[in-house]
């Protein structure tokens, strides 16, 4: 196969869709004219990114190293709670998972859009570059590298990408704290700076509060405080001040209705998934045997959207319920369940 003349150099963990883009923007080719090439090289009918077989004829097409298009899963693989071992955050060769495209930094593309699966959230640290959807701008604050490293780091191994839900949810929190702050946030300064708006969405909070999403979601995401939350031998009222406490400590923002309430309504909503989880039995047609703790907070965590539960340690069910709840399927149905944010979460 002829190599095409201009050399394209793929960035950390993009995808081979996004690299065919940049590789005819380069070219001032059609997408669709480079996937031509690569299809009929391997002789199949129609274009997919993930076919192993074209990613190898798109590499060579455009004369890069094999593999170059397929990022190490030592590296960027996802963590999961999988039941393969235990249901326990670790990432799993067996099921090699990885996290979704996200849009990657302009700067490292040389200026052209692209897709990325890299470990990490949308701020490039080299470049100070923040890329969400077709947002990109440069923000030079230690803040936000420092969001992004914890990211990276603590986050990751805690199964949490941009696309799992656990930001969402943080992001519902520090939206309701920031409103309820009477114009103290930082949020409010950072946008204005930008000559922005905040308006309620995901893309929007996490642009302006990135530093705060963090801290919200590294707490939501804390055995320890995740416990005595879920904790249902106790009212939810209580336990929905205790969090909403805690999370207005770490943003340094006073205690406010509106954080009251979104933590009154998260907490009740997961302590409605707590109930499910206690009644669950071991497979769908079992009657009397309870399913196992650790997974029985995994089903329910999918079965009512509630991610709090993902980190909740199997003490939080004490007693398992008399009264059935529903039956779980088999591990390997539960594995492949599509993680998406919380009901209560922003979109
Ligand atoms: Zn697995
Ligand atoms: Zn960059």
Redesign the pocket.
């Known amino acids: 196969m002829r190599v095409l003349p201009i050399h394209v150099e793929p960035i950390v963990g993009e995808t081979c869709d996004g690299y065919v883009a940049r590789l005819a923007h380069a070219h001032a080719a059609d997408m669709a004219d480079i996937r031509r090439l690569a299809i009929r090289e391997v002789g199949r009918h129609s274009w997919n990114g993930a076919d192993p077989r074209l990613r190898d004829a798109v590499e060579q097409m455009a004369g890069i190293a094999t593999g170059a298009l397929m990022p190490t899963f030592e590296e960027h693989g996802m963590w999961v709670r999988c039941g393969h071992r235990d249901w326990k955050p670790r990432k799993c060769e067996r099921c090699c998972t990885f996290a979704k495209p996200r849009a990657a ?1 302009s ?2 593309a040389g200026g052209a859009w692209t897709q990325t699966i890299a470990r990490g959230g949308p701020y ?1 640290l ?2 100070h ?1 923040w890329t969400l959807g077709d947002m990109s701008l440069r923000i030079s604050d230690d803040a936000y590298e420092s969001a992004e490293r914890t990211m990276r780091t603590t986050l990751w191994e805690r199964g949490i990408g941009l696309h799992t839900g656990e930001l969402q949810l943080a992001a519902t929190f520090v939206l309701a704290a920031t409103n309820g702050s009477r114009g103290a946030a930082p949020i409010h300064a950072r946008a204005a700076q930008h000559r922005a708006t905040l308006s309620p969405d995901f893309g929007d909070v996490l642009t302006w509060g990135y530093p705060e999403v963090i801290r919200t979601a590294l707490l939501l995401s804390t055995r320890s405080l995740v416990a005595r939350v879920l904790d249902i031998s106790r009212p939810a009222t209580a336990q929905a001040d205790l969090l909403a406490r805690a999370i207005a400590e770490a943003l340094g923002l006073a205690m406010s209705a509106e954080l009251l309430d979104s933590s009154t309504r998260v907490v009740g909503h997961a302590h409605r998934a707590i109930l499910h989880a206690r009644g669950l039995r071991r497979a769908r047609r079992t009657k009397v045997r309870p399913c196992p703790r650790e997974r029985a907070l995994i089903v329910a965590s999918f079965d009512k959207r509630a991610c709090l539960l993902r980190h909740a340690p199997p003490g939080v069910i004490r007693t398992l319920s008399e009264k059935r709840t529903g039956g779980t399927e088999p591990p390997r149905v539960t594995r492949k369940r599509e993680l998406v944010p919380d009901e209560l979460a922003l979109e």
Do not use: G, L
Request: net charge negative; hydrophobic share 15%; glycine share 0%.
């Open positions: 930094c700067i490292c490039c080299e470049h570059q």
